[in-house]
């Protein structure tokens, strides 16, 4: 069944369940789960798709719900316009929050998050004139979004019920264009891998601070609806427990899905009842309910689900053997690609589009690891960076990306400046790098890995992602373009929809050259691209290098392999202990007896 | 003594070691060589612990070793210099060799202790400075030092020589000999190869996680075959 | 007023030493396995709890009952270790952070429901007869509470420095690989940390739990400052974090003489948040934790 037939099925029935569901109690769970739903999506924006571990977040539940109450009373203003305001209020409250704590990194901005979560609690705990303190505020206007008499006959619940499921249905659908979009490809990629991320031009601070509002703007909507739900708001909204309760859903229904957080929201819905009824036992129970999601669902219920269908889907499928790789019949060479529409070079070649590194020295504390190195790269120029372990090879790559600066010396491009800037700006010059080790989004599919490349060249606008605009698609058509191309150049078209972490080690390495490509770069630096790849690999490696050349790629690489670096690089710089000792075409260089020495090592007589 | 079968080993999604097979007998010097990214170091690893072995076995004594504990295959008598020496930078001398006594009854300390220091006279003057504060060539000495505390009956080197001058890599290399002689076996990891060969009885070229050379060390120091594999060519 | 306020600041320093106790459990805990011990406020409680029946059931004096409390609530560290931490050990860091947690909600429940919420005094062998210094009051409580804190304090660094756990301990924390090498048994090093961060606790509650009183959640807001007190002080300095700990607590006790006793828990964290804005590294340390 296509997928949005399914979805519209599932919504028709939640909405019809107040048909079965005839006890008062029970609707009102029911009700309860589908606003704390809001919540769940919210928190899972910032800690699901962006990855970062926001222990505080699901505090702007209550700040929302405060917002929106005190707007209504205080500001007479009518519920949905409260429920509204409280939730933009929220947002801009996360942003102050966000800001100062994604300074920091890992636990800290945790921890951080959490203790803002804190003080939030505090303050409404202690600022009686403005939160009416731990009594809470209570006559909260109610939540009557339909005049009852449009709706004959039927009961305020069963309305708000439905206008819930409406609402989320309507953020459900936002939401997964978002998510579907260069935005929510840019929240997974700093997920995986941040540093990935920024290379290929994603601002991670701009992005993680649009999650963080984003999720609050959520979080607030639920604590609103909430609020003038229940009638009633305390402290106890920003309090530990409902962080607990919002975490326990997101995990046990699965973080990192739009579906999730939903189902982990109806099936955990239970829960804020509880808490709100049970004043013994309830941290046991959810306690206990946190250590089973943990042991048995790591990946939530979605977990199960996906899991479930992977054994219905092998089950059905031929036993075919693992995952096929790509088997071409080698014979052929690689035939020049005419010149590649999606992939044209971003930026008009100029004359002067030469790689300078002048004078670049860098020092950690004592230990000086590159030395007054000089050397240019011209345009179309394919140069070979060589040199023992240690020698400084990829040192140099950090600072001419911005990875690291220079403690002296610079590195121009085209004549602009380029040490210094951040890896995101240097994309944006037109430079993109390979790493040593293996980088990637490991869970993103081969194709998306490659899409998160188009942000050099890309930069997607929210307007246009939720209203789908003709602009829109037409850089989306770009984007394919480029995509298709990467594919078909290395060799992964077959692959396209596998996870990155699927695929095999030389898969893997061409997925890397492929999203370098993406980035439509004129400057390529890769590190140590043949490692691990076998001969025929290599061979491959080497004639895509060359063709790409042809189109008007200049490359810079880092190599071990000196066959390959032989049938390649014009010219090869030669470094040791940070130091360039020789440069000058192949053959020359591996004549050159310093450079062997270096390579090699002296003997006890020559010390 | 040690004998490795067929080992594959690595981290994360490539492997680094693809079935390697190495051979080290008692009182022997065998040296590990080749180039960048071969796997030198990954293979030390595996023998020590800290690399899960994928394949294959490793054996210590006629025991099987791959698949245990660190601790355990210290315990067994192997001892592991790792490469760029990993002193605990802020303990003194003493500290950082008490520390490779772990595992050694606490009466024999002070024994053990003074048996280094009879080896490395220098760092007795240096018993209470802070390692991290010592010369490249004294850090060199705590580390091999460090590992002779565990009285090990074979002990692992990586890359001595890293960042060490000429001079006193010659020194360290006389080093290794003599705590040969003394009776201890070595297996040995290094990039200088034309010193490695020097200083071993038997040698491994190491390319591309797989063994693509052996011999005895003197026969390989001309061989030309070697110059190409550090060379890639 | 400035009698008032050197008031505050002495007040301050005794429960601020106290609180650094608490956080130097947490900071080993989080240097060397990694892992944020939400459960070490609910430690903290059960110290406060122990030291209240040693002294209610045994007959034991105030002392003594400190020493019963620190063995019997590292036991229970080692527990919370073997069920909420080491099964889930290769998981992301975070999972294992929520196992803590949940750990730390059943364990305040337990005590809810087989003590009752309602708080106990524990009874010290001190005459209420305060020692006068100048314009200050001490009680000879808070000075000897002051005292214990501080030999804690000093004794974990002795431990740490001087035994050979301790230095298997700190090499852990610096470099896993070559402790390892070193034939450091990781596993046991682990349970022994969990078990030095419990006493740790166990003292800090039974401490303060003389001083102000035991009940089931008196452990939430110590965890916190805990943790805000190894973000200050830098994780792996003793020093930094004893210091970070006096300043706490003499900020604590200037707010509630001159503000209200109301906003003294906002100053906790209000100071963590300045910290990490103006030096999110903290003071030294052993640097960031494996995260």
Known sequence: ?????????????????????????????????????????????????????????????????????????????????????????????????????????????????????????????????????????????????????????????????????????????????????????????????????????????????????????????????????????????????????????????????????????????????????????????????????????????????????????????????ARPEVREPSASAVAVPPAARGLTPRHPAAADDRLEV?????????????????????????????????????????????????????????????????????????ITRTFQITSLFPELSVEDNI???????????????????????????????????????????????????????????????????????????????????????????????????????????????MRLVMGLCDRVVVLNHGEKIAEGPPREIVANPQVVEAYLGTTADHA | MLELESVEAGYGAGPVLRGVSIRVDRGEIVTLIGSNGAGKSTTLRAISGLVAVRKGRIRFLDRVISGRPSHAIVRAGVAHVPEGRRLFGEMTVRENLLLGAYIAPRRELGQRVARVYDWFPRLAERDHQLAGSLSGGEQQMVAIGR?????????????????????????????????????????????NAHLALQFSDRAYVLQTGQIALEGVSRDLLGDPFVRKAYLGL | MIELALQQVVNGLLVGAIYAVMALGLMVILGILGVINMAQGELYMLGGYFSYFAIALLGVDYFTSIAIAMLLTAACGVVVERLAVRPLRGRPFFTVFLSTFAASMMLQDLAQIFWTPDPREIPTPFAPVPIVLGPVFVTRQRLFLFLVALVMVVAFTAFLRWTRAGMAIRALARDRDAALLMGINAERMHMLTFALGSALAAAAGALLGAMFNVYPTMGELPLLKGFALVIMGGMGSVGGVFLSGLILGVAEGLTAGFLSTRWVDVVAFGTLIVVLLIRPEGLSGWGRPRA
């Open chain 1, 1 to 321: 069944m296509p997928r949005r037939a399914a979805w519209l099925v599932a919504g028709a029935l939640v909405a019809a369940l107040p048909t079965v569901i005839v006890s008062p109690y029970a609707r009102h769970v029911v009700i309860t789960a589908l606003i704390f739903a809001f919540v769940a999506l919210g928190l899972n924006m910032i800690f699901g798709y962006a990855g970062q571990h926001a222990f505080g977040h699901p505090v702007f539940f209550g700040v929302g719900a405060y917002g929106s109450a005190l707007l209504a009373l205080e500001a007479g203003w009518p519920v949905a316009l409260a429920i509204a305001g409280g939730a933009v209020l929220t947002a801009l409250v996360a942003a102050a929050v966000g800001y100062p704590c994604f300074r920091l990194r890992g636990i800290y901005f945790g921890v951080a998050t959490f203790a803002f979560a804190r003080v939030i609690y505090l303050v409404a705990q202690n600022w009686v004139g403005l939160t009416r303190g731990p009594m809470g505020i209570p006559a909260v206007p109610p939540l009557e979004v339909l005049p009852a008499g449009w709706t004959g006959g039927v009961t305020l619940e069963t309305r708000l019920h439905v206008i819930l499921v409406v609402l989320l249905g309507a953020t459900l659908f936002l939401l997964s264009r978002v998510i579907a979009s260069p935005i929510g490809r840019a929240w997974i990629a700093i997920r995986e891998n941040e540093s990935l991320a920024a290379s290929v031009g994603i601002r991670p601070l701009r992005y993680k601070m649009a999650a963080f509002a984003g999720g609050g703007l959520l979080a607030g909507i639920g604590g609103g609806l909430y609020a003038h739900y229940i009638g009633f708001v305390s402290p106890t909204e920003l309090g530990f427990h409902y962080i607990g309760v919002v975490f326990i859903m997101i995990i046990g229904g699965g973080t990192g899905t739009l579906v999730g957080p939903v189902l982990g929201a109806l099936v955990f819905g239970v829960l804020p009842e509880v808490l709100r009824m049970a004043e013994s036992a309830r941290n046991t129970l959810l306690g206990g309910i946190l250590l089973l999601s943990i042991a048995f669902l790591p990946e939530g219920l979605v977990g199960v689900w996906a899991r479930a269908r992977r054994l219905i889907d092998t089950r059905r499928r031929a036993p075919a053997g």
């Open chain 1, 358 to 430: 002048r004078a670049v020295t860098k020092r950690f504390g004592g230990l000086t690891v590159l030395n007054d190195v000089t050397f240019a790269v011209r345009e179309r120029e394919i140069v070979g960076l060589i040199g023992p372990n240690g020698a400084g090879k990829t040192t140099l790559f950090n600072i001419i990306t911005g990875f690291l600066p220079p403690t002296a010396g610079e590195v121009a491009y085209g004549r602009q400046r380029v040490s210094g800037r951040p890896p995101a700006a240097v994309a944006a010059l037109g």
């Open chain 1, 451 to 561: 899409r998160t490349a188009a942000h050099t060249w890309a930069r997607p606008n929210l307007a246009d992602v939720l209203s789908r605009s003709r602009r829109y698609r037409a850089t989306e058509r770009a984007i394919d373009d480029a995509v298709e191309e990467a594919l078909a150049l290395t060799r992964l078209t077959a692959e396209r929809g596998a996870p990155a972490r699927a695929l095999s080690y030389g898969g893997q390495r061409g997925l890397e050259m492929a999203v370098a490509l993406a980035t439509r770069s004129r400057l390529l630096l890769l590190d140590e691209p043949a490692a691990g790849l076998n001969a025929e690999e290599t061979e491959r490696l080497r004639e895509l290098i060359v063709a790409l050349r042809a189109t008007g790629l200049t490359v810079l690489v880092i190599e071990h392999d």
């Open chain 2, 147 to 191: 590992g002779l505390m565990a009285d090990p009956t074979l002990l692992l080197l990586d890359e001595p020589s890293l960042g060490l001058a000429p001079k006193l890599v010659v020194q360290v290399a006389e080093m290794i000999r003599a705590i040969r002689d003394r009776g201890l076996t070595v297996l040995l990891v290094e990039q």
